[in-house]
């Protein structure tokens, strides 16, 4: 019986291990690996040498002083220009994306998701049509935004018309709010603009989670609040709130993840970061795209590992000090 | 689970304002995103000095701008790459990924969910890490590998890239399968079955609607994947790449063109979506996150 029994232990291991190997060595040499040797390469400078081909030279923390120059001094590297690709402006456009996600995409998220599950007018339609961004690709999105807001055929331009805030269209000298380039050309609009951007593109993302984590929810909590003459916006505060809000700690969580790898907008819209639009993980990949042994990038990806993980850990650990999970 | 009906019941006038605003708001986002897909799909079909007299114009389609503007799509040239190069460049990238991002973690997701081994609770954390931890400047050693690799231009670096089995698909597949009672794999090992075969006949069938949700949430993303051929298939473009170089051609200033090329990359996941939306929809909700 007992010898059964290994054999069953040992077919067992071999299915679980065999199976296991892939999946785990994937993780090993693309997470850790690949993390491992950002935080390694942080500390060279690599030059390609006729002859010795790739040469790593100690750097000290030079990577990481010509980080801190750049976002706090403001100071232009090597031989690119501050306007350009390696920006301090990254930074601050990051981190923008943060409070824009938490204050305005993640509540009306919520909202939507909760219209729908009360199932106000228009519903269904409302389900798939809010749900649209979500499907479609971001370079069609990038696409159809930057020709909503041309200047001379699109839609924004000629509503700021009806309200007289522009001249008539194709007049350079009546250019009323609009920048003479246009709105993605012109710092002062620019990163404002891919701001709006995505919050009428970022609501849809999580609201599949949301109305499916609201359909879950007991009905009999809400027949008692009804009975008790609990209206529908004291139900959204009392109870779905805090009967969803492991669900919402786990999207924020994710979305603020997302804001350091936010690349996309900027990328597409303002020919990769013009006009102070760019933002950490655009920098990061057009400097890659550039040079591949440019090492003061992997110095700014472990800071960004670093800062990033305690401002998320921070936002993880607040929210769910907020409300304790709802067993249900 | 819960059924029940969730019909608004306006019986307070902070219920009637709280709603009323809402649906404007939901009415306008909802509008903003049927417009700009309505507004493509007319615009594809319409001639570009009737487009550029009248942009918001939708009804001054004709048979012979469809054929006009769609025929300059298809025949447009990037680098000798056609769209239709692109739509097979797609096509390859999406069937492989998918493939890839779906088998790769049912297994591990079933192995975590069903079976007691050392590393059981630390591949769980792992996958949570790897949400939690902005590792955005990873880019540049995997960069620097798949070039060392030789595999730049390679569908199949993109292929290895993404066939990693611990991650957010991993998540939803352990989820799912520790739902499922072990009942029915017991049943089978007494019957002789292997684990491998109790995994492919018996449990592997059972989470079909989750298999099916992540393999279209995988393809649409796949579909519409920007940065990944961007970054390692600089020869090898996708739909989505090549949609981009259509502002820098010599239509960059045809949107009808423009529109035709987008409305064929985006009918493509819009269908995908109507076939399988309710499968979709039922799957996040059984399998899904706990609120």
Known sequence: MKKKLSAKQKK????????????????????????FRTFYDSFFDISIVEGAGVVYQWDNFDNYIRVFKIIFNKAPYDNYDLSGIINYRAVTNSLSLIPLALFINMPLTILFAYGIFKKVPM?????????????VSSVVLCMCFQMAIDINRGILPEILRWFGLTGARGDPANMGIIPQGGFLADPKTCWPMILVFSVINGVSGNLIYFTSTMARLPASVFESAELDGASSLRQFVSIVVPMIWPTITTMTVTLVAAVFTWIMPSLLMTDG???????????????????????????????????????????????????????? | MAIR???????????IVFFTILFVLMAVFAAIFIYELLWMFTGSMRGLKEFNLSPFKMYDVSFENIKNNYDKAFSIDFNGKTLLDMIGNSAILVLGCTFLNVSIPAITGYIVAKYNFRLKKWISIFAIITMVIPTVGSVSATYKFIFELGLMDSFWGVFLMA?????????????????????????????????????????????????????????????????????????????????????????????????????????????VYVFFNKTIMESMSAGGLKG
């Open chain 1, 273 to 328: 970061g013009q006009w102070y639009s760019t933002t950490i993980g655009l920098m990061i990949t057009q400097v890659v795209k550039n040079d591949m042994y440019n090492t003061v990038m992997s110095a700014f990806g472990v800071i960004v590992a670093i800062f990033g993980t305690i401002i998320i850990v921070s936002i993880k650990t607040g929210m769910e000090k907020l409300f304790e999970g709802v067993e249900y």
């Open chain 2, 5 to 15: 009906r969730n019909k608004i019941k306006r019986t307070s006038p902070a219920d």
């Open chain 1, 123 to 135: 519903y269904g339609f409302f389900r798939i049509a809010l749900f649209l961004p979500s499907l």
């Open chain 1, 12 to 35: 067992d291991a071999i299915f679980i291990y065999g199976f296991l190997a892939w999946p785990i060595l994937h993780f090993v040499v693309f997470w850790i690996g690949m993390n």
């Open chain 2, 163 to 271: 066939a990693g089995g611990i991650g957010f698909s991993f998540m939803m597949f352990k989820n799912f399968f520790e739902a499922i009672p072990w009942e029915y794999a017991e049943a089978g090992f007494i019957d002789g079955a292997s684990n491998l075969k109790v995994f492919l006949t018996i449990m592997l069938p059972q989470a079909r609607p989750i298999i099916i949700a992540i393999a279209v949430v995988s393809f649409i993303g796949n579909w519409n994947d920007y940065y990944t051929p961007f970054l390692y298939l600089k020869n090898n473009p996708t739909l989505a790449v090549g949609l981009n170089e259509f502002k820098n051609s010599r239509y960059s200033n045809n949107w009808p063109v423009q529109f035709a090329a987008m409305t064929v990359a985006t009918s493509v996941v819009l269908l």
